[in-house]
């Protein structure tokens, strides 16, 4: 607590490195994984594919990564790009196949009735499929985004850990005060984007929310 | 109009749901089509709006082929109405009434303003719109489906066993609103259920669906009661089909017998032998109950006119059938019957006898037919 | 689909954009390298263990104190990822040690004498990578006992531990196991005949863990940095190496060639000529356990107590 409160500057800097690292895949992950979700959720062999090509990108060793990166994308080695780009891809991984089976959720009864009313494949798609599938999709992406809390700690590799640097550097000298700091810091970030992922659940969706008769 | 010709669906692991089908559904009639579970009678509706396709022979609504209409067109033209609604969880009751027409083109202000009087013609208060269908009852959600499937003014409405979830009181209301509803807008129905007695109070005519796919039979209601093409069909209707026949024959014309009726304050000066019964009336002429001698001395005695009077049985309506005539005689506690009209004041009792004489003259009068 | 819920989306996809360009904005992180020719400023790196921030710090603060503009990249993992760093210019100055840094350019050289191993060093560096004057500290890996085991079977240097073989519990990072100055090495030179069975892999470098496994008797013997505060805090015995097993692990600047200036090199050299071994430990220590300071903070200390808070030539 003590070293927490002394070092509230670099506190506040860590922090916001961590949560650039955190979200920014978060929010490129989604923008991968929805519509590449929807488009092999019907097809069981094209999302046994994709599921198992995932899993694969999920096990390639971040430091593998950091060093191939550079010679594909147009980063040097220590840019955060590196981080950010590693930690898409694993989270667009985990939510591609958190995506079809949150579209699983949804009722048969009413997927149905929305095609016999006269909704096109797209249609039931975007204003019926997706909308019902978000109470699940936002519970699966709580669980990756507090994942990726902890995984910005790959950008350790490269000198840019955010808050895991307080773990490394405390381990390193002795200093259990900085570790405990470090715990606090990233336990207080975790519970904060929890909330306000679930939050932003309910905020759009109106319906979970009403009393049932 | 809507053909079947020759239709035919087959599973690939063999199973055949539906057996060369053959048959028509007049334009502005209720279709029934019945039978016990897996007997094609959804698989066969669900061929004319193309959620099935089938593996031999056509389906034409109104002359063409929906093969050859494109299915989200040819859905946006067909109301559909489900069992529990298949309502959309996530959009407010109005938002759901209005998809149709909004998905057509309609603005979604124009949509909504119709569906608030849809919402009344189905019987609900349109305040109900800006709720979620979760905030519902089960009988509302049922009525919000029907104005759904009403709402683009479709031609044609498809019903899938839509009041089979719901409780037997509640399904005799939405049943009494359906036909109100037909009376009104004649619409071409097709309707299944799998409750014989819905198929025969509803339809103008019924299909009878066995098991396999195959068509048993294809009539109107009476006939279907009073002549079942075979073994199949009369064990499905089941027992009690004479009984049930009787909902076709009017009660209007029926004698009654006079019916002297007490009030409450004569009750303790009656003298009234063993099996002997009174009517009790209220003072605007409504049935209260019957009471027989031990009731007159239950009321000597000082107990309650409620505890003392014997419930009636089934009142015969004005409008009511030799059905309802037979049953008011039969639940009576005396074997009279009560008849009312229709402030609901006594009109005269009904004897069983009179309705059996009243069934023979009308058969005589419209002769069975016999094949 | 109501009005609400596309506002959503809309607001959605403003916050991406501008997370997206908060983070791009901060570190460029799609710059491609760019060579400056501005030989007056400098990236500093360090890699990621305390002695190495402190000393990229001295660097770096000195530096600053003579006119340079330094950036600074800390705590980058290992050897491989920042000697790329260097090579494509995203930092341009490193402090390295002679002798692993040899074996990385050279994995063969079988040169163990001090000077030599300089000499090879600067031969087998590749075009692009230069070292300055080494310092005089040295921080290599030892064979590092407990007071109580040094005093219990007599031990002065390796070789007296040799007899001992097959009691011995080595900890040390795995590579260690594999590694021609490890194992190998050790059994080569001194007869220290250690079995992989015996053989326990702790991977904090010396750190913590291996200090507490050999406290708590886990271990016989582990491999600790020279310069590590836990050896005169736990009175441990380092056993001399007078065959030089371990390479000599002087400190010294690793720069980019295309930052090397005259300037540059007469202020590090300077500041190296007073990085002794005793210096180093005490620095070490001065940032360990809680009541430690941040090692920027003790780089500070150093250079203002050597000096070297005021530019060079003003002295």
Redesign the interface.
Known sequence: MHYLLTHLDNAWALTLIHLRLALIPIVLGLLIAVPLGSLVWRHTALRRFTTFTASIIFTIPSLALFVVLPLIIPTRILDEANVIVALTLYTAALLVRAVPEALDAV?G??R?????????KL?QLLK?EL??SLPVLVAGLRVVAVTNISMVAVGSVIGIGGLGTWFTEGYQSDKSDQIVAGIIAIFVLAVLIDVAILLAGRLI????R???? | MITFTDVTKRYPDGTVAVDGLTLEVPAGSLTVFVGPSGCGKTTSM?MI?R?VEPTAGTVTVDGRDVSTVDP??L??GIG?V?Q?G??????RVI?NVA??PV??GVSRRAARQAAYGLLERVGLDPKLGQ??P????GGQQQRVGVA??LAADPPILLMDEPFSAVDPVVREELQAEMLRLQSELHKTIVFVTHDIDEAVKLGDAVAVFGRGGGLQQYDAPARLLSNPANEFVSEFIGDDRGYRGLQFFTATGLELQPLSAVSEQEIDALELAPGDWRLICRDDGTPFGWINADGVQAHRDGNTLYDSVTAGGSLLHADGTLRTALDAALSSPSGIGVAVDDTGAVLGGVLADEVIEALDAQRRVAPAETD | M?PRWRRGRFTAAILAVTLIAAGCGSSNPLGGGTVSGDLKSVVVGSADFPESKIVAEIYAHALEVNGFTVGRQFGIGSRETYIPALRDHSIDLVPEYIGNLLQYFDPKSTVTEPDQVELALLRALPGDLMILTPAPANDTDTVTVTEATAAKWKLVSIADLAPHSAEVKFGAPSEFLNRSVGLAGLKANYGLNISADNFVAISDGGGPATVRSLVNGTVTAANIFSTSPAIPQNKFVVLTDPKNNFLPGNVVPLVSSQKMSETLKSVLDAVSAKLTTPGLTQLNAAVSGNSGVDPDQAARTWLQDNGFDTPIGSR
Request: proline fraction near 7%; hydrophobic fraction near 45%; glycine fraction near 6%.
């Open positions: 009722p009864a009413v149905d009735a929305a095609e016999a009313v006269g909704y096109t249609g019926i909308p019902l969706t109106p319906w979970a009403v009393r049932v008769t | 669900r709006n959620m989200v067109k859905r946006l559909y489900i529990s298949g309502l959309m969880p996530h959009q938002d998809c149709v998905l057509t709720r979620y979760a905030q519902l009852s759904r499937a | 109501s």
